[in-house]
């Protein structure tokens, strides 16, 4: 984009957007109802993307604060358009006569089909179809959804301030104390003493009412929306068009898994009494393992057993030799490779970005990904995915290639040494990677549906499938070599990293599963019976090996519910299929390409134009049922 080489290019950037979708919405307006519609709303939809969404990710990533908050500005104007749009009711009846139109949608393909009825259930969920009255309520819904949110995950991240004095000296030293006040912002896992530990977790976790009444607020205010537009609970609301199809289908895959894991994770957590014993020999308290007490043991067991050193393992994982793998991987499996591309100057908002064009054998450039590999102090804390520039069919018959950026938080190679990642940000690299080739092997006709933009629960499948070549010594022997000596990476190292990632592994997915039945009950029909600290208590117990602890809130720190509202499942869900896939068809020769090219074929290339289970169903021969899910995902933790 030319405009952004200052920030003041941002408002020149927003002002042709914004002139561009005037054009496109008088042109969806007056157009006859043809199929011609969708293009056009489509059309609409990638000028509002291709600067929202580059705006969203310069204002999380860029070092210069002046972009970051042109970028932010941008933002808030671009989402003011789009909520204006959304309540335009001649666009809506424009797509709305298309899709009452039987000779016209009789003569859609299948893609254009699924592409008009998101674009008006992207409406209609706004409650543009309903009667002034309600309209208005939906809009200040909406309003209210927003706001909330963002004050429910501002109050997930405070930290709680306490009087230096209300804590032993031998206690607050384990907190940071800033004037008279210990100011507690995590839950201390890790610290040495059950004392810091205990504390950290009954202070963090106390309830505040002013975040309780935040979340109250904000599931009612869902609930209402959702009834309001049509549908039973915020949860049916969410889920439409997903893998899981219903909150009955979510909550049968979850309970299901939940027996299967109670009896495993019960067992796992069982020896942490007699390590939480001798590591507390002459202590008064009860031995018994408490819910602070699971993550420090359970990191002690590991290193015990297996004392897998993340330094020795990571002199075997330096950056460009794992870039390697990955292209090894995807030539194997796709016919592609990684190209380095020379950026064009102020392409890129830091020096250090690389620009990867990908390669396809026969079918030449298939888009673009951009690598911010280093960590540094304006980054998000956290690998992750953006697009910026989804595919699509231009007017004149060619693809307007994909273009997305991968952020990781790599250190930079220093002291003689290159790069070098742990195992755990290998596998970042990989799912995130994931990601990437999702965007660019899709080849959809709409840049609405064109690679992640589809159901959450399958969005996470690729990804998650690429976590297994990470942790596969096949595939890790090929390019995993000694910085220094160039020496393979042995394969006991690998094994006892494996072993000891397995350690506990039923209980941490216990974890998971009672988080997603707790987010499917609180956004299940209200009014709620009880508390939402009632409610985590009741599924705690029922579903967690450690019981809830009384005085204590942990919803109130779980920020997943403003961004993954009913959807929190989705994760838990992709890995099972994801364990599915690769069992039955990568396991034996994870570098096929006759089965890359099906996994491509069948999962990648559609995006979200495709019912996601029909997708499934595709790959691996029949639609799986829950059963089947679960027992993949018990057979991979053993």
Not at 45 to 50: I, K, M, P
Not at 145 to 166: E, V, W
Request: contains cysteine; charged residues 20%; glycine residues 4%.
């Amino acid at each position: 984009m030319p405009e952004l080489s200052s920030p003041s290019g941002f408002q020149n950037a927003q002002q042709k957007c914004i002139m561009k979708a005037e054009e496109l919405v008088l042109e969806a307006i007056n157009a006859p109802t043809t199929p011609h519609i969708v293009s056009i709303f489509d059309k609409l939809s990638d000028t509002l993307c291709c600067v929202a969404d580059l705006a969203d990710f310069i204002r999380l990533a860029h070092p210069n604060t002046k972009f970051a908050q042109a970028a932010e500005d941008t933002c808030m104007s671009i989402s003011a358009l789009v909520e204006r749009l959304n309540t335009n009711v001649e666009l809506h009846q424009s797509i709305k006569r298309l899709l009452d139109c039987k000779d016209a949608m009789d003569s859609m393909d299948e893609e254009s089909r699924k592409v008009a009825q998101l674009f008006l259930f992207d409406f209609e969920q706004s409650g543009i179809h309903l009667d002034e009255t309600k309209r208005l309520e939906a809009v200040k819904l909406n309003e209210d959804i927003l706001l909330l949110g963002s004050q429910f995950m501002q109050g997930t991240q405070m930290p709680t301030a306490l009087h230096k004095n209300q804590l032993p000296e031998h206690i607050r030293n384990g907190f940071t104390v800033d004037g008279n006040n210990v100011m507690i912002s995590s839950l201390h896992s890790d610290h040495h003493s059950e004392l810091v530990r205990e504390t950290a977790y009954k202070v963090y976790l106390y309830p505040n009412q002013t975040q309780i009444s935040c979340l109250d607020k904000l599931l009612e205010s869902r609930h209402r929306l959702a009834n309001l537009v049509g549908f039973p609970t915020f949860a049916h609301r969410a889920l439409r068009g997903t893998m899981a199809q219903n909150p009955k289908n979510v909550m049968e895959f979850l309970k299901h898994l939940a027996a299967r894991l109670h009896p495993m994770a019960k067992e796992e957590i069982q020896p942490l009494n007699n390590v939480k014993k001798a590591n507390n020999k002459y202590s008064t308290n009860s031995n018994e393992l408490k819910p602070w007490d699971c993550s420090y043991y359970m990191s002690t067991t590991k290193k015990q057993m297996y004392d897998v050193d993340s330094v020795d393992l990571s002199q075997y994982f330096s950056l460009g030799s794992c870039m390697d793998g990955l292209n090894m991987i995807f030539n194997c499996l796709y016919g592609i490779s990684l190209a380095s591309v020379e950026p064009h100057y102020g392409e890129t908002w830091a020096p250090d970005v690389k620009k990867l064009g990908v390669m396809h054998e026969t079918e030449g450039l298939l888009g673009y990904i951009y690598c911010d590999f280093y960590d540094r102090p304006s980054k998000p804390p956290h690998d992750c995915h953006f697009t910026i520039r989804g595919g699509r069919v231009l007017e004149d018959g060619s693809y307007q290639l994909p273009r997305v950026v991968l952020v990781c938080t790599c250190i930079p190679a220093h002291s003689g040494a290159p790069a070098l990642l742990t195992h755990g940000m290998l596998e970042n690299l990989f799912h995130e990677f994931g990601h990437a080739i999702h965007s660019m092997l899709a080849r959809t006709k709409f840049q609405h549906v064109t690679g992640t933009r589809c159901a959450t629960d399958f969005a996470e499948v690729p990804s998650i499938l690429m976590e297994f070549f990470a942790n596969d010594y096949r595939i890790l022997k090929k390019f995993a070599k000694h910085y220094k000596t160039h020496e393979t990476l042995p394969e006991e190292m690998i094994s006892n990293l494996c072993s000891s990632k397995k350690m506990f592994s039923a209980y941490e997915m216990q974890t998971q599963v009672f988080y997603s039945i707790l987010d499917q009950v609180y956004h299940a029909h209200h009014p709620l019976k009880k508390s939402t600290t009632e409610i985590l208590a009741d599924v705690q117990n029922n579903y967690s090996c450690l019981s809830h602890v009384s005085g204590t809130a942990w919803q109130l720190r779980f920020g997943h519910l403003v961004g993954y509202g009913a959807k929190y499942y989705s994760y838990v869900l992709s890995k099972a299929v994801a364990t599915k896939i690769w069992r039955q068809c990568f396991a034996d020769d994870p570098l096929s390409r006759s089965t890359g090219e099906k996994f491509r074929r069948e999962m990648l290339a559609s995006g979200g134009s495709k019912d996601p289970v029909t997708l499934v169903k595709n790959m691996i021969g029949h639609e799986p049922t829950n059963e089947e899910l679960v027992e993949s995902l018990i057979a991979g933790l053993q």
